[in-house]
């Protein structure tokens, strides 16, 4: 009899690794490094900040106003990216690896080819783009040399968005997080070279991580052609079947409305800042990069747990899905507390880090620092319900709580309270519809675990343990 080739006996061996091994080490092995790459990302993405702000005020508002820009180019990347990258764990869990490597494919260039489309489109509109999304007349000159340089690098950024996500949703996250922290890495270390020591100002933190960027993406596309990865990217498998781009982008659909909503409350909120000078907009453009930094573990953590939950529930290991939801929440919810915490005791010491000469970039920041800590502990539950039906193929359920947070609660309150409370109105405005998406998330969940308990009911309970003690896995369609 044949031997089986060594890549299938690889492919078997990740499956079962997926599918028995006990759900707390295995998503401790998957987030640690998606924890890893977020916070490099996050920390590059506020050393661009802390290096910018050296510029002055107006240029540190106009990295904010170019983080609008950026989450846009992310929409893009992530919805691909997360729609191919659920398809691919559940395909991965029924043992179905040549349609995986189609809608990895398809993703692939489909992002290449919407990236060259926002470099087109941002290049021949630049002044009126960057006016759009927030930036005054002292900040619009940074704001256009910062975003050129960026706009140029949307293709390899919305493509390397898909192949990270399709590393981690196969259950290649070290794969994913080399590629990501060695761009991020370089990214800090070429930031000061080019904005002080070539004096390329501003322009040169925007060149800085263009060049990490294509490092990233060059890193990242070398696990597809030295075959590293389970599925292979390859052109001639790119589908132009109507229904793969719709699995796609109709489970990638929540991470487009969560991107895009950031991107639009991210405008919204500059120029609600606007309304009370270059300072606010400074201050609130670095408290959403330190939180974003904050969240970016909890987002890595809850990309640890997506793989497991989208392969187990593809095999059918229903009762796997349930501990892994649970295990991430109550671990994501303690985490979370003790940052929120820390952050609220040295909101002002946190803010000076970034303009130690402006006390009233210090005072506006640290007061909606401080607000913001009070609903960080339920982002674990915001988050983690999200992945949980993005992971799942649940369009519906994920694509509202994407669009609760920043866009049906948060648009609302940043339109309405500056009118009413002035600036207090643009730093409550965020935690406020925090806690009321957290509280609209209750019923769905509950509404979902009802389901999820009468299927692990119906579970077969026969079949030979594994080596942890679990049954094996009963491969079965996902809904």
């Avoid at 669009?403 to 609660?409: I, P």
Wanted: hydrophobic share 50%.
């Amino acid at each position: 009899m044949a031997s089986e080739p060594s890549g299938a006996t690889e492919d078997r061996a990740q499956f079962l690794k997926m599918t028995t091994e006990p759900v707390g080490r295995l998503i401790g092995k998957l987030a640690v490094p998606t924890i890893i790459s977020m916070l490099v990302t996050s920390i590059y993405n506020m050393a661009d900040t802390f290096f910018v702000s050296q510029l002055g005020t107006s240029a540190t508002g106009a990295v904010g106003v170019v983080f609008s820009l950026m989450a846009i180019i992310q929409a893009v990347g992530f919805t691909l990216g997360m729609g191919s990258g659920s398809n691919i764990s559940r395909l991965l869990g029924q043992e179905k690896k040549d349609e995986a490597d189609r809608v990895a494919s398809t993703a692939f260039f489909t992002a290449l080819l919407l990236g060259l489309c926002i470099t087109v489109i941002g290049l021949l509109s630049m002044k009126n783009l960057m006016r759009l999304l927030g930036a005054t007349e002292t900040i619009l000159p940074y704001a256009q040399d910062y975003a050129r340089y960026i706009l140029f690098g949307a293709p390899i950024m919305c493509a390397s968005f898909v192949m990270n996500n399709d590393l981690r949703s196969e259950g290649k996250a070290v794969l994913s997080m080399v590629g990501i922290a060695t761009g991020g890495v370089l990214n800090i270390a070429l930031d000061p070279l080019f904005i002080f020591v070539f004096d390329m100002g501003i322009s040169g933190a925007a060149i800085a991580t263009l060049l990490s960027q294509c490092i990233s993406f060059c890193i990242l596309l070398s696990n597809y052609l030295f075959r590293r990865s389970t599925v292979r990217i390859n052109i001639r498998k790119v589908s132009l079947r109507w229904d793969l781009y719709q699995k796609i982008v109709v489970t990638g659909m929540p991470s487009f409305f969560r991107q895009a909503l950031a991107s639009f409350a991210s405008i919204s909120l500059n120029v609600a800042a606007r309304a009370y000078g270059d300072p606010a907009v400074a201050a609130m453009s670095v408290v959403g990069r330190v939180f974003m930094f904050i969240l970016s573990a909890m987002l890595g953590f809850g990309q640890g747990f997506q793989p497991v939950c989208g392969y187990n529930y593809g095999a059918g290991r229903y009762d796997r899905v349930k501990k892994a939801y649970l295990f991430c929440l109550k671990v994501g919810f303690c985490g979370l507390l003790v940052l929120s915490a820390a952050g609220f005791a040295l909101a002002p010491k946190i803010m000076a880090i970034f303009r130690r000469d402006d006390p009233v970039v210090i005072a506006i920041g640290a007061l909606a620092f401080r607000l913001q800590c009070c609903s960080l502990p339920l982002h674990s539950f915001i988050v983690i319900s999200n992945m949980l039906f993005q992971s799942l193929g649940k369009p519906r359920q994920a694509t509202f709580i994407s669009v609760a947070r920043q866009g049906l609660f948060f648009l609302p309150l940043i339109y309405t309270l500056p009118s009413l409370i002035g600036v207090l109105g643009v730093q409550c405005s965020q935690p406020i519809a925090d806690l009321v998406t957290a509280l609209a998330c209750v019923p769905i969940v509950l509404l979902f675990f009802r389901q999820l308990n009468a299927q692990i009911a119906a579970m077969p309970r026969e079949g030979v343990a594994s080596p942890q003690g679990e049954p094996a896995p009963q491969p079965q369609k996902a809904d």
